[in-house]
């Protein structure tokens, strides 16, 4: 009695059906349905035992629609039925080609269970697929003449499979509860009124975000805010961009009320990139004040007036106003650091030399020091004989090449001596330096009255 719900033995069906919205997980099923059944399918054909028989039901059930929680705007929604009903059963059965028929009617309870999936075309029109498993309460055999003495619940009774797929439309208005035209199933703010665009929620500042999701509140009309809802600030400063005269300002960058870059010292140079950000320069000079043209040439002539005794780094007492006017200069630039670079003639030997050169650079060093000026803003370098000025083979030459450079820097840059000079030699550089070489004898130094070196 149960091999006709076989695909093969499948005839036509109809009906027509009235869905009540519940909930989100819920609706309630009015169905009424009309449904063929003939087995074997083929007109003219019977069974091994020569039965076969053709049936109508014309059913009523009332049931419940499962759905899947899924938002109830998402285009597809998988559900499970289940309904109890009634069925009203005329079937014909033929034991051979020439009997007379058995013609019967009946009225059983049915059950219905299965699953489908809504496809929702818009808010007025849903397609929908649909398989059901029907189950007739009536005795096995009634349908269709044959007992087969199951003992199973499952199947001591008639029952066949049912597909379907129709078209479902939205009849009447959904409850509205707040008149905004969003009906509450599909409302986020069911008792507010609000914006189809933002769920039914309201959007008092009219920025597109709704209120409950907004951090700003108050944005005046026509402004670009970000995702939540606050005016949007391209370049992160915390001023918002209709209120930002700069709104390119790099990241990290100090600004004003009106979004541009801070500058204190009014030098034209943002203070990002302001050396001294607190004294007006040129923005040739990184913003820092440039050292006026007269103390330029006191710091360029200083070395003639730098004197030590002779072959020792022990300054005498006139290098002491020069080195005293270097000293205000570092107090009234306070940006700026100094470098003082020894140099010697190439009498003598090469490290001895370059080690003199040293100790008068920071002799001269010390002195500064000792007048205030801080360690960190005046370094000092040895050079020896390795930077001459002039012909060493010449006595006027000799002595242009016996000197102490000084040279100011803006503090973090590098060294002036450096930059003139290169790095400072080592005594290891030079050793190595002079192994690589042909051996040259030098003449060796003229005994003299004492004289500058």
Same mark, same amino acid.
């Given at each position: 009695?149960?091999?006709?719900?076989?695909?093969?033995n499948?005839?036509y069906?109809?009906?027509?059906?009235?869905?009540?919205?519940?909930?989100?997980?819920?609706? &309630? @099923?009015?169905?009424?349905?009309?449904?063929?059944?003939?087995?074997?399918?083929?007109?003219? *054909?019977? *069974?091994?035992?020569?039965?076969?028989?053709?049936?109508?039901?014309?059913?009523?059930?009332?049931?419940? @629609?499962i759905?899947?929680?899924i938002?109830?705007?998402?285009?597809?929604?998988?559900?499970?039925?289940?309904?109890?009903?009634?069925?009203?059963?005329?079937?014909?059965?033929?034991?051979?080609?020439?009997?007379?028929?058995?013609?019967?009617?009946?009225?059983?309870?049915?059950?219905?269970?299965?699953?489908?999936?809504?496809?929702?075309?818009?808010?007025?029109?849903?397609?929908?697929?649909?398989?059901?498993?029907?189950?007739? $309460?009536?005795?096995?055999?009634?349908?269709?003449?044959?007992?087969?003495?199951?003992?199973?619940?499952?199947? %001591?009774?008639?029952?066949?499979?049912?597909?379907?797929?129709?078209?479902?439309?939205?009849?009447?208005?959904?409850? !509205?509860?707040?008149?905004?035209?969003?009906?509450?199933?599909?409302?986020?703010?069911?008792?507010?009124?609000?914006?189809?665009?933002?769920?039914?929620?309201?959007?008092?500042d009219?920025d597109?975000?709704?209120?409950?999701?907004?951090?700003?509140?108050? *944005?005046?009309?026509?402004?670009?805010?970000?995702?939540?809802?606050?005016?949007?600030?391209?370049?992160?400063? @915390?001023?918002?961009?209709?209120?930002?005269?700069?709104?390119?300002?790099?990241?990290?960058? $100090?600004?004003?009320?009106?979004?541009?870059?801070?500058?204190?010292?009014?030098?034209?140079?943002?203070?990002?990139?302001?050396?001294?950000?607190?004294?007006?320069?040129?923005?040739?000079?990184?913003?820092?004040?440039?050292?006026?043209?007269?103390?330029?040439?006191?710091? %360029?002539?200083?070395? %003639?007036?730098?004197?030590?005794?002779?072959?020792?780094? *022990?300054?005498?007492?006139?290098?002491?106003?020069?080195? !005293?006017?270097?000293?205000?200069?570092?107090?009234?630039y306070?940006?700026?650091?100094?470098?003082?670079?020894?140099?010697?003639?190439?009498?003598?030997?090469?490290?001895?030399?370059?080690?003199?050169?040293?100790e008068?650079?920071?002799?001269?060093?010390?002195?500064?020091?000792?007048?205030? &000026?801080?360690?960190?803003?005046?370094?000092?370098?040895?050079?020896?004989?390795?930077?001459?000025?002039?012909?060493?083979?010449?006595?006027?030459? $000799?002595?242009?090449?016996?000197?102490?450079?000084?040279?100011?820097?803006?503090?973090?840059?590098?060294?002036?001596?450096?930059?003139?000079?290169?790095?400072?030699?080592?005594?290891?550089?030079l050793? %190595?330096?002079?192994?690589?070489?042909?051996?040259? @004898?030098?003449?060796?130094?003229?005994?003299r009255?004492?004289?500058?070196?």
């Amino acid at each position: 009695g149960n091999a006709f719900w076989d695909w093969k033995n499948m005839p036509y069906s109809g009906g027509i059906d009235i869905t009540r919205y519940i909930g989100k997980v819920l609706d &309630i @099923k009015l169905d009424l349905d009309y449904t063929r059944l003939r087995y074997p399918a083929e007109s003219g *054909t019977f *069974t091994g035992s020569g039965q076969r028989f053709k049936a109508q039901t014309y059913g009523a059930g009332l049931g419940f @629609k499962i759905k899947a929680p899924i938002n109830d705007d998402f285009f597809l929604h998988p559900y499970v039925l289940v309904e109890p009903g009634f069925a009203w059963v005329t079937t014909d059965r033929y034991a051979s080609p020439t009997a007379p028929n058995s013609f019967t009617r009946f009225g059983t309870f049915t059950g219905q269970v299965g699953g489908g999936l809504d496809f929702h075309l818009d808010q007025n029109a849903i397609l929908y697929v649909q398989a059901t498993q029907a189950y007739l $309460q009536a005795n096995d055999g009634r349908l269709d003449g044959i007992d087969n003495n199951a003992t199973t619940f499952w199947n %001591k009774k008639d029952r066949y499979l049912n597909f379907s797929a129709g078209v479902r439309a939205n009849l009447g208005q959904a409850a !509205d509860t707040d008149g905004d035209g969003v009906a509450d199933y599909l409302d986020k703010c069911p008792t507010e009124k609000g914006l189809p665009s933002l769920q039914g929620c309201p959007d008092a500042d009219q920025d597109g975000v709704a209120d409950a999701d907004d951090r700003c509140p108050n *944005t005046p009309a026509g402004v670009r805010v970000d995702a939540s809802g606050c005016p949007a600030d391209s370049d992160g400063d @915390k001023v918002p961009d209709y209120l930002d005269k700069c709104p390119n300002t790099p990241s990290g960058a $100090q600004v004003d009320a009106t979004g541009c870059p801070l500058d204190r010292d009014g030098d034209g140079v943002p203070d990002f990139q302001d050396r001294c950000p607190e004294r007006a320069g040129p923005a040739s000079n990184q913003g820092c004040p440039e050292i006026k043209a007269e103390q330029q040439q006191i710091l %360029k002539e200083a070395t %003639k007036y730098i004197n030590f005794d002779f072959n020792k780094a *022990t300054l005498k007492a006139s290098s002491f106003p020069r080195l !005293d006017q270097l000293v205000q200069i570092l107090t009234e630039y306070p940006d700026y650091s100094l470098s003082i670079a020894g140099h010697t003639d190439s009498k003598g030997d090469d490290t001895y030399n370059l080690k003199l050169s040293y100790e008068r650079a920071a002799a001269a060093r010390t002195y500064m020091l000792n007048k205030g &000026i801080p360690a960190a803003r005046i370094e000092a370098r040895g050079y020896g004989e390795t930077k001459p000025l002039a012909d060493n083979a010449t006595a006027a030459g $000799q002595a242009l090449n016996r000197r102490v450079d000084f040279d100011p820097y803006l503090t973090g840059e590098t060294s002036a001596a450096e930059v003139k000079y290169g790095p400072a030699p080592t005594v290891a550089e030079l050793l %190595k330096g002079q192994a690589q070489l042909p051996a040259v @004898k030098k003449a060796p130094a003229k005994r003299r009255p004492a004289t500058r070196r």
